[in-house]
């Protein structure tokens, strides 16, 4: 059974553009989560994806956006980057969003931006 | 104050030690969950619980429910054991609040 997968493993971008990460959940999952990591804050959650549909929403500015497609497979976009914005990016996915189920995370996505 | 405390921040054994981290949270949760990052970044979910103890191999996880802490164990330690130790809480969604991990490094 295939894990998650983060594409693309590795990202450089500059200032001002825009980025999209893309996330396939495990085969039968319908929840995905993604997650920032930064040396400083941590991990922090960004937003939870279920049947298509945005279920919860972390602190983070309107630049950051995401979605899910009917076959479960997620994408987030970061719109205008700032140098801040530079972290490990991890998608996790789940067989459903109210039963707490384990999460699965992929290897993650690491963004620079210069 | 943080929400998910865990403890120690940094621990250096030897092969073959047993080794506990500690983890206290302050909010109402469905469950706890301990994962595991290794460098490089990719992490993996060692434990969900929510309530009482559960084994894999040399791992063992405990919950306390009414006292909101939960303990990670690692019996007979090896260096590849070394890693980052994250405990995470959920409430009734994947929205999960994060510790700032234990890095563990196991010697020989």
């Known amino acids: 059974k295939a894990g998650v997968t983060q594409t693309p493993r590795y990202l450089i971008k500059t200032r001002g553009q825009q980025v999209t990460l893309s996330c396939s959940p495990i085969?039968?999952?319908?929840?995905v989560s993604w997650y920032q990591q930064t040396p400083g804050q941590g991990l922090q959650f960004l937003f939870e994806?279920?049947?298509?549909?945005?279920?919860n929403k972390g602190n983070f500015p309107g630049r950051f956006s995401g979605r899910q497609f009917s076959n479960s497979r997620s994408e987030m976009n970061v719109s205008t980057l700032e140098l801040g914005d530079s972290a490990l990016y991890l998608c996790?996915?789940?067989?459903?969003?109210?039963?707490?189920?384990?999460?699965?995370f992929g290897q993650g996505t690491r963004l620079t931006v210069v | 104050k943080n929400e998910v405390e865990q403890s120690p921040q940094n621990l250096t054994a030897q092969e073959g030690e047993f080794i506990t981290i500690n983890c206290s949270y302050s909010?109402?949760?469905?469950?706890l969950h301990w994962l595991q990052q290794h460098p490089g970044g990719g992490i993996v979910s060692l434990f969900m619980?929510?309530?009482g103890k559960k084994k894999h191999g040399r791992l063992i996880a405990t919950i306390n429910i009414q006292e909101k802490h939960s303990s990670l164990h690692i019996t007979a330690s090896h260096p590849r054991d070394s890693a980052v130790y994250i405990c995470?809480?959920?409430?009734?969604?994947?929205?999960?609040?994060f510790g700032t991990g234990t890095l563990l490094a196991v010697q020989p």
């Open positions: 085969s039968g999952h319908r929840s």
């Open positions: 994806y279920f049947s298509e549909t945005q279920r």
């Open positions: 619980l929510s309530s």
């Open positions: 995470a809480v959920g409430g009734t969604t994947n929205k999960l609040i």
């Open positions: 909010v109402g949760i469905s469950a």
């Open positions: 996790a996915s789940s067989l459903a969003v109210n039963l707490n189920t384990e999460a699965f």
